[in-house]
């Protein structure tokens, strides 16, 4: 590997693995992967914020150590040793997440557990880490974690607004709008009103970016 | 002969390619021959990446780290969880006493016997941490006791089985010892919208003003299947398709607060001598 040319730590390959995943390899809206825990967690913004960030880490992380280990892993194995890196790093959040947040751990109750078998995750390691070196591998992770979460922020403001007519907790529709009439959409608060949102969102994007289009 | 699959690298041992490859299951077409070495030549002590030796050693090694780092986190954290969890039933007290504030200035706790006397080697603190395991405090013949210092409701805490798991919660009295002021519950993991509404307020909103003595006599609070009957003082409506929760919510105010009923009588003849 002596003769390789070292790439630059921001080429334009790298930026792609990291800035891809937000839109046209998008793995919520066009992967369409992980919209259990999307439609679960996303009532109010500030779990969805809390649990796009764990994601995040967890995508970043295990794609890093799972790709510094490539070369070491046993073929007939590596399937179980991306679980045990997966399943380790997900604990750790959960723990961290008990100790600082404890609402907000709270609100996310099983769905932290269940980053585990979030295909994203194990779709990125398996796809991209085992196959890549360790820093296009760790952007690729957090630009997929990023990716996932972008969807899960846009889904929780929109539901906490109409629904709760709050963001982050804070009143934002005033008392005046309700006495004058105004309701909160009450179907905002359940999980199929998210996957609504999730179907426009697809919808939007699709328009937008016209290659992704199936062909008549 | 070995036979290499091009499109997921598995490796099949035989005569003859499969016909379907058990990994990626497309057909004979995609293997390809590859001359195995008759002898693989070992490499270092454990032989190759794929060999056995090497395969066991290498999960060994990752399941200890794995352990020892998850052992690490959840022991240096554990401080922190714990307060977080006191915190939480620091909030669930005073909300059954329906009062806020700090707890520390709105709320005192001490342990009472079996009998209804003070326990005057614990103090508030202790009370605090039986909390933690109430089963275990009760067997102990402690039971924690919480009291709003501003006017004298008590709070008893509640703990028993619901259908999956535990669910405990707090029942605050008024100053008659009988008329409840409120109630918070919680559970581990009863069914959401099932069992799981008895950790709703709409269900802790049925309890406020029910009595849990009919004259002398400690009856508790009946959870009715069907809906109480208008006028029943001691007898709130089930939960529709909680059952087996509700009929555990039941039991646990019953028993729970029959061990306490000795403290009650007299702190019910205290008030009336006062």
Request: proline share 4%; hydrophobic share 45%.
């Amino acid at each position: 590997m002596s003769n390789e040319v070292k790439e630059a730590l921001f080429s334009a390959k790298n930026m792609q693995s990291l800035t891809n995943p937000f839109s046209r390899n998008n793995p919520v809206i066009v992967q369409i992967l992980g919209i259990c825990s999307a439609l679960a967690v996303t009532v109010q913004l500030k779990p969805s914020v809390v649990m796009a960030l764990s994601v995040t880490v967890v995508t970043g992380l295990s794609n890093l150590i799972l790709s510094l280990l490539r070369k070491g892993i046993p073929d007939r194995i590596r399937i179980i040793v991306q679980l045990v890196v997966i399943a380790a790093l997900v604990i750790l959040v959960d723990q961290v997440l008990k100790a600082f947040v404890y609402d907000v751990s709270k609100q996310l109750s099983v769905y932290v557990g269940l980053i585990i078998t979030n295909c994203i995750v194990m779709g990125r390691v398996e796809a991209f880490a085992l196959s890549n070196k360790p820093w296009p591998s760790l952007l690729d992770g957090i630009g997929n974690g990023l990716g996932y979460g972008v969807i899960l922020v846009i889904i929780g403001f929109v539901r906490e607004l109409f629904g709760s007519g709050t963001l982050w907790g804070v009143r934002i529709i005033p008392e005046s709008f309700y006495e004058a009439g105004y309701a909160n959409n009450g179907l905002m608060l359940f999980p199929p009103m998210a996957l609504i949102l999730v179907g426009i969102i697809i919808w939007v994007h699709r328009s937008k970016n016209t290659d992704l289009q199936e062909k008549e | 002969m070995k036979f290499k699959c091009k499109v997921c690298g598995y490796i099949h041992e035989g005569n003859a390619a499969p016909e379907k490859c058990p990994v990626c299951s497309v057909d004979a077409s995609n293997f390809e021959a590859v001359d195995a070495p008759a002898a693989p030549a070992k490499k270092g002590f454990l032989g190759g990446k794929n060999s056995n030796a090497y395969i066991v050693f290498y999960s060994t090694v990752m399941v200890v780290i794995v352990a020892a780092l998850l052992a690490f986190t959840a022991m240096s954290l554990k401080e922190r969880q714990d307060a977080n969890i006191l915190g939480e039933k620091k909030t669930a007290i005073m909300q059954s006493l329906g009062i806020e504030g700090n707890y520390d200035d709105v709320v005192s706790a001490y342990v009472v016997d079996a009998n209804g006397d003070v326990m005057s080697q614990y103090n508030g603190d202790d009370a605090l941490q039986m909390l933690f395991d109430l089963p275990g405090a009760y067997a102990a013949g402690t039971l924690p006791v919480f009291e709003s210092k501003a006017d004298g409701l008590y709070v008893i805490p509640v703990t028993g089985k619901g259908l999956w798991d535990d669910i405990w919660g707090y029942v605050a009295l008024k100053s008659d010892m009988n008329t409840i002021n409120g109630v918070v519950f919680a559970h581990a993991g009863e069914t959401p919208g099932l069992g799981a509404e008895i950790a709703t307020p709409k269900f802790w909103a049925m309890f406020p003003d029910k009595t849990i003595f009919e004259g002398n006599e400690y009856v508790g609070i009946n959870v009715v299947k069907g809906g109480a009957k208008e006028g029943d003082n001691h007898a709130v409506d089930a939960l529709t398709g909680g059952t087996k929760t509700s009929i555990g919510l039941q039991n646990m105010i019953k028993d729970s607060i029959a061990k306490y009923v000795p403290f009650l009588q007299k702190a019910m003849s205290n008030n009336v001598n006062e």
